[in-house]
């Protein structure tokens, strides 16, 4: 789990991802990641 924390910590400090410390839950930091993710999910549903 060490490796995992560490990579997610490197996300957040990029500002790929945001946490919310009181819930404990990571999220995508910003709606453009948000719309590039899904339309990088359907193009690999293709």
Same mark, same amino acid.
Request: charged share 35%.
């Given at each position: 789990m060490p490796g =995992?924390?560490?990579e997610l910590s490197e996300l957040v400090r990029q500002n790929? =991802?945001?946490y919310n410390p009181v819930t404990?839950?990571?999220m995508i930091q910003g709606r453009s990641?948000?719309?590039g993710l899904h339309m990088?999910?359907?193009m690999m549903d293709e």
């Open positions: =995992l924390r560490k790929v =991802l945001a404990a839950e990571y990641m948000e719309h990088f999910v359907e």
